[in-house]
T-cell receptor, first 114, second 109 residues
């Protein structure tokens, strides 16, 4: 398994500002992922962040809006830029490990944009 | 990734077995079946995965049909703490997962 922490756990932000979410893992992992979960919805993958390479974004998500850093094998950040109320969601990071790359998730960051 | 189909909701009596079905009729030969659950306000939790053989761990059992077109997650003795949304995912072991709507399991006393 993996122990994953996220900061902040929740935040309330004003429209037009940016928030950076941190994800820390207790041991080195190659593959990290960022997901978004809008209220009452399932999880949607934003991007894959592998150390040493640029993040790979899913359809509908762009780097200018969701820049990601992956400076080492235990840490990643996701920035939600120029926020609008539609960005109000839970943002989760996850890592893939194990013999078949099962995923382990952080507790999530609950973001409310007013 | 292959698409999965799950019932939107199920109920189960506390102490009884909970059997959660998943249909994945378009699964490819190299794709695994993964199960996760998400308890309210928490991040998803990995439960179990399998390729074609039945699997069991301390949390659950996974039964995969011989043609691999469907599977069942079994929680042998459901408790109130098992109330959650259960996601069945099919993936070729690439790490990232595509989550559907899942099944909301409600365990009732």
């Amino acid at each position: 398994s993996a122990v994953i922490s996220q900061k902040p756990s929740r935040d309330i932000c004003q429209r037009g500002t940016s928030l950076t979410i941190q994800c820390q893992v207790d041991s080195q992992v190659t593959m990290m992922f960022w997901y978004r979960q809008q209220p009452g919805q399932s999880l949607t993958l934003i991007a894959t962040a592998n150390q040493g390479s640029e993040a790979t974004y899913e359809s509908g998500f762009v780097i200018d809006k969701f820049p990601i850093s992956r400076p080492n094998l235990t840490f990643s950040t996701l920035t939600v830029s120029n926020m609008s109320p539609e960005d109000s969601s839970i943002y989760l990071c996850s890592v893939a490990r194990g013999n078949r790359y099962e995923q382990y998730f952080g507790p999530g960051t609950r973001l409310t944009v007013t | 990734d292959a698409k999965t189909t799950q019932p939107p909701s199920m109920d189960c009596a506390e102490g009884r077995a909970a059997n959660l079905p998943c249909n994945h009729s378009t699964i490819s030969g190299n794709e695994y079946v993964y199960w996760y659950r998400q308890i309210h306000s928490q991040g998803p939790q990995y439960i179990i995965h399998g390729l074609k053989n039945n699997e069991t761990n301390e949390m659950a059992s996974l039964i995969i049909t011989e043609d691999r077109k469907s599977s069942t997650l079994i929680l042998p003795h459901a408790t109130l703490r098992d109330t959650a949304v259960y996601y069945c995912i099919v993936s070729p072991n690439a790490g990232k997962s595509t989550f559907g709507d899942g099944t909301t399991l409600t365990v009732k006393p």
